[in-house]
């Protein structure tokens, strides 16, 4: 009912690309990796020779804007629990967020060397009904597995999935080229905190611990690592360059909404 038209086909694949982005003023990208990926060869594949076939393709049209979907996990040096934002030393401490990380310098170099107009987009954790999180937070804690990894004190990031969408949305129309942004609220929340405030809304008991060797097993290494940085991540340049303000300003507003809407829906 929108005028949209279904291309299916595979983004490593430079005729699909050159096919998707015929006759478009502007692209997201967001066909990349979700956090744990269970196959790290067809992950890397994709995050890399899919960002490349869909740059090739871009040369040949004109774009008011390119958006991409990085991640904020993982991305930055910083001190224990410091806050930071987009100026930060930028050091990716996994082999997944290295690919990322160089995903988003293939996507700058195109800025720089051909004139893209490229924005990168850096969410955190994502909440909502879909992503990794109904697998690793919804799903777990409606059957009885969830467990805060360690001692839950670090501290997490979080947007709700309206607001990433948002977010999205006034990067493609602003078109600020050149430029990164975090995507994320107003507020971090330490693990424990968010973990226990997802029980009581599921009506669940207060989750136990595991340790983080034994959750590596499970989620994946990079997962684990990532998600345990423990940094507070700032929103003001998104908010001032952006336009953009999440709705939901902290975990508080949103994640009730997103588990009545899970539970109705399980």
């Avoid at 490349?52 to 990085?70: M, N, P, Y």
């Avoid at 051909?114 to 690793?136: E, Q, V």
């Avoid at 977010?167 to 942004?181: N, V």
């Amino acid at each position: 009912t929108l005028g949209a038209i279904s291309i299916l086909g595979d983004v490593r694949d430079p005729e699909v690309m050159r096919q998707a982005v015929a006759k478009v003023d502007a692209i997201a990208h967001l066909a990349l990796p979700r956090a744990g990926e269970g196959n790290p060869r067809v992950a890397r594949e994709v995050s890399m020779r899919g960002t490349e076939a869909l740059l090739e393709a871009c040369r040949d049209v004109s774009l008011h804007s390119f958006v991409l979907a990085s991640g904020a996990l993982g991305m930055y040096r910083h001190a224990l629990d410091a806050w930071i934002d987009e100026s930060a030393p930028e050091e990716p401490s996994t082999p997944s967020t290295r690919d990322r990380h160089r995903a988003d310098e293939m996507v700058r170099a195109a800025h720089r060397e051909w004139g893209l107009r490229a924005t990168i987009l850096r969410p955190p954790i994502a909440y909502g009904l879909g992503g990794a999180f109904k697998p690793f937070f919804l799903d777990f804690m409606r059957r009885g597995l969830y467990r805060v990894v360690g001692d839950g004190s670090y501290f997490l990031n979080v947007v709700h999935v309206e607001d990433c969408a948002a977010a999205y949305r006034s990067a493609l129309e602003r078109a600020p080229a050149g430029e990164t942004f975090l995507i994320v609220d107003d507020e971090p929340v330490t693990m424990r905190t968010f973990s226990d405030e997802l029980a009581r809304l599921m009506g669940r008991r207060r989750p136990g611990r595991v340790p983080p060797l034994l959750a590596k097993f499970d989620a994946g290494r990079d997962v684990i690592e990532a998600m345990m940085d423990s940094v507070r991540l700032r929103n003001a340049r998104t908010k001032e360059r952006l336009g953009w303000s999440p709705r939901y300003a902290t975990y508080r507003e949103g994640l009730p909404g997103v588990v009545q809407a899970f539970m109705e829906s399980s």
